[in-house]
């Protein structure tokens, strides 16, 4: 059985409650086996340099999907996360595809998601700066299939608006959680409805790619 891996960050990682990546709920929308390998904090430099996609290179097998999304921790200060995305940021990314391609595996450019900062006149900010144009140029010039989820998840939020987009990350309440005693509101991170959806959004752009739809469950709640 082919199985589908995922590299990423924690907006794909499989998470624990309340935390939900996309990565988490894609099960219900595929055919095939997901090993999500995504972990938080991680950039497509960190991840590499930390050996953490060693062992997804080691597994690939032919007929496997690698999905890859980076790009929240890309842009931060830090230099052993910091990737330019005119640069080292498709350098790396290229060099996670052709692993792939290596092992008779299809690859899978993901643009990150969006996060939920409004403006007060319901301005929806971008906040990744060039990595997604990145993303979608390296997609363009190797062939690989791009899933654009900052696209998806922009058209999304701006049709459901502040409120509606609200339920779909985690919000909790002073005292709900213990390691949140004064509440959080989260702008980042899904919960489970959240991850439910966007799982369904990346499944919905796989299935539109005659080469990954054989690996969709073509389901009702699919925007294809």
């Known amino acids: 059985m082919s199985v589908i891996y995922l590299i990423g960050d924690s907006t794909v990682e499989n998470g624990a409650e309340p935390f939900h990546g996309w990565g988490w709920a894609l099960g219900d929308y595929v055919t095939a086996r997901v090993d999500n390998r995504a972990l938080g904090g991680r950039s497509s430099r960190s991840f590499r340099d930390e050996g953490l996609f060693e062992p997804v290179r080691a597994a690939l097998r032919p007929g496997d999907v690698l999905v890859i999304q980076f790009g929240h921790n890309d842009e931060k200060d830090d230099p052993a996360r910091h990737t330019e995305p005119e640069s080292s940021f498709p350098q790396i990314l290229g060099e996670y595809c052709e692993a792939a391609l290596a092992a008779g595996a299809l690859p899978v450019l993901c643009t990150p998601v969006c996060r939920r900062y409004f403006l007060d006149d319901g301005t929806l900010l971008y906040t990744h700066g ?95």
């Open 130 to 224: 060039e990595y997604p144009a990145a993303v979608r140029r390296l997609a363009a010039q190797t062939g690989v299939p791009l899933c654009d989820l900052q696209r998806e998840t922009r058209t999304l939020y701006r049709r459901l608006g502040p409120g509606g987009t609200a339920k779909l990350f985690v919000r909790l309440r002073a005292g709900e959680h213990p390691d949140f005693p004064q509440g959080c509101d989260d702008h980042t991170h899904f919960n489970g409805e959240g991850a439910r959806r966007t799982a369904a959004l990346a499944a919905g752009l796989m299935a539109r790619d005659e080469r990954l739809r054989p690996y969709v469950r073509l389901t009702e709640g699919l925007t294809l």
